[in-house]
């Protein structure tokens, strides 16, 4: 073939750019859509607070609640909104969001769609360490007041720190021991889930079997911190959670590269330079220990960390750099949500956050199952 019958180079140039031009548009556009939900959801999550401190028991209007968080107004509305209900949002917001976290962080170094603090035991360890503290230790009692809700007497525990340190400790020896056997048996990430879920049957057997010898009220005590409540944590607390998940979140943004990676496969990552094996190490770790002080904290949550990564991909798809803060986003959304229509469904207390968030999350996790056995 002759020179003349070959296209020139400009042309060829201008060609591969016609064609990249309409690509680059979709993309660009493509992204503009999903930062405006982002923005349009965390408008969302604002009016969602809003309305969770005015509605309740002792209902607050718009003017009022502006008016004492912004002029400091005195009255029994500064009460309501600085000592019950703001702690019990906050919290929500950032429990929902290192929950969400978690779980992504988890299926995605894992590259498990299961793969939460639920399915690898961390929740149930925190609850065998809880249970520990309070029936050995005395950390549960029933004071002889009235009723805290209309449907459960109040049960306090009496050493709350025993228990919050007790069941960190348990949901991070679950922690260790799922990282010990990936590192050292070099399990792949099916197994791990496997060993998780193990893990978790160990646990509850031992919780069961620590009720056997616990009395009435430690039974009742352990069974009120397993529902999960946003509403136990104090200012503290939440500061020191808000302190953990912040810097974690960072890590992992800015790790969302390496994230990504990892969907091609480990070979292709490591070719891109991922250390694969010590990124999953520390990723795990991290973002089990935000798994571990939210549920130290709040008891257990159960699936939210499941349920948030999910909705996140059928929303932007699975690049990190929006499924991260996605993800995160969501599971405060789901979190306050939850807890919000649980103060609201029970007119004098509150039904347990947990148990809301277990409705949502099973229907989630048997769809993912048959996804899975239909494969």
């Known amino acids: 073939m002759s020179h003349l019958e070959k296209p ?28 405006a939900l982002f923005l349009a959801l965390c408008l969302f999550l604002l009016a969602l607070i809003v309305y969770a401190i005015a509605v309740g028991s002792f209902d607050l209007s718009l003017t009022q609640i502006l008016r004492t968080l912004l002029m400091g107004e005195e009255g029994p509305g500064k009460i309501v909104i600085w000592n019950i209900r703001l702690p019990r949002i906050i919290a929500a917001v950032v429990t929902g969001w290192g929950l969400g976290l978690s779980g992504l962080a988890m299926q995605s ?89 193990a893990l978790s049957s160990l646990f509850t057997s031992g919780t069961i079997l620590i009720q056997y010898f616990a009395s009435e009220v430690e039974i009742a005590s352990v069974v009120f911190w397993t529902f999960g409540d946003v509403a136990r944590s104090n200012w503290r607390e939440i500061g020191i959670l808000t302190l953990c998940t912040l810097p974690v979140w960072g890590y992992f943004f800015f ?70 803060p996605y993800s995160g986003l969501i599971g405060s959304l789901l979190l306050l949500s939850a807890d919000t229509a649980g103060r609201l469904l029970i007119g004098s207390g509150t039904l347990p956050v947990g148990v809301l968030t277990s409705f949502m999350g099973a229907p989630m996790f048997l769809y993912l199952l048959m996804k899975g056995v239909r494969r």
């Open 255 to 324: 790790e969302r590269w390496s994230l990504n990676a990892l969907l091609a496969g480990e070979d292709t990552a490591r070719s891109l330079g991922v250390e694969v094996d010590r990124f999953r190490l520390w990723g795990m770790l991290l973002a089990s220990l935000v798994a571990a002080l939210a549920t130290a904290f709040h008891g257990v949550i159960a699936f939210l960390g499941l349920l948030a990564p999910h909705i996140g991909r059928r929303l932007v798809g699975a690049d990190h750099r929006l499924l991260i």
């Open 109 to 197: 170094l894992l590259k498990n769609p299961l793969a939460s603090p639920s399915t690898l035991g961390i929740s149930q360890g925190a609850a065998f360490g809880a249970a520990l503290a309070i029936v050995f230790l005395g950390a549960g009692r029933m004071p002889g007041s009235a009723l805290r809700t209309g449907a459960a007497a109040s049960l306090v525990l009496s050493n709350v720190y025993a228990v919050t340190f007790f069941a960190f400790l348990g949901s991070m020896a679950s922690t260790v021991v799922i990282l010990m056997l990936a590192r050292l048996k070099k399990m792949s990430p099916e197994a791990v889930i496997l060993a998780g879920v």
């Open 8 to 35: 020139p180079i400009a042309a060829e140039r201008i060609l591969i750019q016609a064609r990249e031009i309409p690509i680059l548009d979709h993309y660009r556009a493509s992204i503009r859509r999903k930062t």
